[in-house]
Structures are given as structure tokens and as C-alpha cells.
């Protein structure tokens, strides 16, 4: 059971990119799945999540209105789409599944994690 994160890569400010993060395994399909984010020197934060069935999107004030998080329909790949990039969104970004979703915004609730996936927006 295993998720894999890919997209990453290099843009310039104001482009756009779209991660993908796909997951092995029937299970997948009903978990919570969430995006978090880290720069170099920082802590990992949270990006964005949904619930499994889609009815429920939260994102981190600095990323809404230019990220949108979204699945295929079989449930078992979801993106990032990532427009309107700014310098301060450089990070390494990780996806990570949920199957409790008591709390989105908590990295602690999420197991597993995929590998990240290196974003560097240049200015």
C-alpha cells in the first residue's frame, strides 16, 4: 500500500503546475487525502485536503483561491492543481492518505505518506 507523489518541477512566478498523487490498492478510494508542503528551514504545513467523497475541501489560507485539490473517479488518484504560483510556494510537497479524518489540518492524523515532490517557483 503505497502513495506516489509526482509533478514537481520548475516554473516561473505566476505559472502553474499540477501534482498528482496515486495510490495502490482498492482501500484508497475512501480515505481522506491531504497535501502538505515544506520549505527548506521550515516546518511541514498543511495545503490542502478532502474528504473521500469530495463533499468536504479545506485549504490553507495562503494557497485559496489558487490551489484546488481534486480526484479521479475511481478514487484512487488525486491532484493538486496549482496555479498563479508564487516564489513563497518553493517546498517540497507531499500527499498522504486518511482514513479517520477527525482532524485535516493535522499531519499527525495521516498515514501513509507518499515520497515528496520538489516545487521551485522562480521569480
Known amino acids: 500500500v503505497q502513495l506516489q507523489a509526482s509533478g514537481g518541477g520548475l516554473v516561473q512566478a505566476g505559472g502553474s503546475l499540477r501534482l498528482s498523487c496515486a495510490a495502490s490498492?482498492?482501500?484508497?478510494?475512501?480515505?481522506?487525502r491531504g497535501w502538505f508542503r515544506q520549505a527548506p528551514g521550515k516546518e511541514r504545513e498543511f495545503v490542502a485536503a478532502?474528504?473521500?467523497?469530495?463533499?468536504?475541501?479545506y485549504y490553507a489560507d495562503s494557497v485559496k483561491g489558487r490551489f484546488t485539490i481534486s480526484r479521479d473517479g475511481a478514487g484512487k488518484t488525486v491532484y493538486l492543481q496549482m496555479n498563479s504560483l508564487k516564489p513563497d510556494d518553493t517546498a517540497v510537497y507531499y500527499c498522504?492518505?486518511?482514513?479517520?479524518?477527525?482532524?485535516?489540518?493535522?499531519?499527525?492524523?495521516?498515514?501513509?505518506w507518499g515520497q515528496g515532490t520538489l516545487v521551485t517557483v522562480s521569480s
Open positions: 498522504a492518505a486518511d482514513s479517520k479524518w477527525s482532524n485535516p489540518f493535522d499531519s499527525a492524523q495521516y498515514d501513509p
Open positions: 478532502r474528504n473521500w467523497s469530495g463533499n468536504r475541501l
Open positions: 490498492g482498492d482501500t484508497f478510494s475512501r480515505y481522506g
